[in-house]
Each structure stands twice: as C-alpha cells, then as structure tokens.
C-alpha cells in the first residue's frame, strides 16, 4: 500500500523563480494539506485541500498556491522565490475534513527546496 | 495562542533510559494532541495521539501524559533503544470544525546512547 509520495525530492532554484511540488496522496485518503518545514524547525501548516478546493490556509503570502485534482493528487506552487523560502515541503494525506480522521495525517518524506 | 512550545530542544540518553519531552499550549480549544517521530530524510511519522478526556495513555514504549488543567503534555519513552534516535514533534489540533491543522512544536532531537 503506497504512502504519500512526493516529486521532486530535491531540487535547486534561483531567487525571483518559480517551482511547483507535487504529491500523491495516500490510497484512500481525500484531503491533502501542505507543510513547510524549515531546517531544525516544526513544520508550519500552508493550505489545505478537500474537494478540489482550498479549505484552510496558514499564514503564507499569496506567492504560495495549490491546486488539488479529481484524482486527490496535488500541487504547491510558489512564485517569486526569496531565499527564506528554503525549507522542506511536505505533503500530507488524510480522511475529509471537520471530522477526526482529518487529523490522522500521513505525510510525506518531502521536497527539498533550496533557493540561491 | 495559537503556538505550541516544546522542550528540551535536544537530548541524550543511555540505553534503557527514560527520556521526557514536555509540551505547553494555550488555547483551550485544542482537542487533539499527537506526537510525531521524524528520522533524517523522512517525513514525520504519527506515533501516539491523546484526547483531552484521558490523562495517560500507552502505546508499546510510548506513553503520553496529559494535564488539562495545566495545559501540559508530555512524550515519555521507556527502555529507550539507539533506534529510537530521531526528532519528535508534539502537535496540537481542533477537529472540529475544519480540522487537519496541526500546529507543531519546535521539535526534540533525541540521541539514545548504546
């Protein structure tokens, strides 16, 4: 039974550029949610969604965008990078939303954004 | 309010020892608390989640203790072995409504000695 897988796993940009993370949810699961999670830190909750919509975000600017596509698979986007947006995204996977399966979450090992 | 703090940031222990990671929160209306095992290059991984309505529960080695009215919780590992080495995150959450927000501490890097 495959977890949550993640692509790219690591990958290098430039400040003012633009990258796109994917993720693929676990079999099962509906709701995907986003977290950042900068080096010796906690993750930090980004957005979240459910029904191809986004249904709660974090603190994050604009520059931070997702998408989640019929088959529950999803997208972050962030545009205009800065150099502090160096970290390791994860992706986790869960069951709906407002319940308690919602908080049930299975991430993923991540993509390691590095900004230059 | 919305935080969670965590502590210690770092800790060693021998084979067979006991290590405790505290967490503290303040809003109340938190209602879910899991704590999460991360290794280097992995992503974190739930190990044990606690309810508010019990103030202690087990789980193998792990075992959380809860204290509501002091808004405490606590992450103990009982005969810890060298595999047990790795980064643990408290987190907090409210299930209802919207839930799946999960609000990490800063996390502990456990080293457990041979």
């Known amino acids: 039974d495959a977890g949550v897988t993640q692509s790219p796993t690591h990958l290098i940009k430039t400040r003012g550029q633009q990258v796109t993370l994917r993720c693929s949810p676990k079999s099962g699961h509906d709701t995907v949610s986003w977290y950042q999670q900068a080096l010796g830190q906690g993750p930090q909750f980004i957005f979240q969604y459910y029904e191809e919509e986004e249904r709660q975000r974090g603190n994050f600017p604009d520059r931070f965008s997702g998408h989640q596509f019929p088959n529950y698979s999803s997208e972050l986007n962030v545009n205009a990078l800065l150099l502090g947006d160096s970290a390791l995204y994860l992706c986790a996977s869960s069951l709906g939303t407002g319940g308690f399966g919602a908080n049930v979450l299975t991430f993923g090992a991540g993509s390691r954004l590095t900004v230059l | ?114």
Request: positive net charge; proline residues 8%.
């Open chain 2, 1 to 114: 309010q919305q935080q969670v703090k965590q502590s210690p940031q770092s800790l060693i222990v021998q084979k067979g020892g006991i290590p405790i990671i505290n967490c503290a929160y303040e809003n109340t209306a938190f209602d879910y608390f899991p704590w999460y095992q991360q290794f280097p290059g992995k992503g974190p991984a739930l190990l044990i989640a606690i309810r508010p309505d019990v103030s202690e529960k087990k789980e193998g080695r792990f075992t959380i203790s809860f204290n509501k009215s002091a808004k405490q919780f606590s992450l103990h590992i009982m005969d810890s072995q060298p595999g047990d080495s790795a980064t643990y995150f408290c987190a907090a959450s409210i299930i209802k409504p919207g839930g799946g927000k999960l609000i990490f501490g800063q996390g502990t890097e456990l080293s457990v000695k041979p």
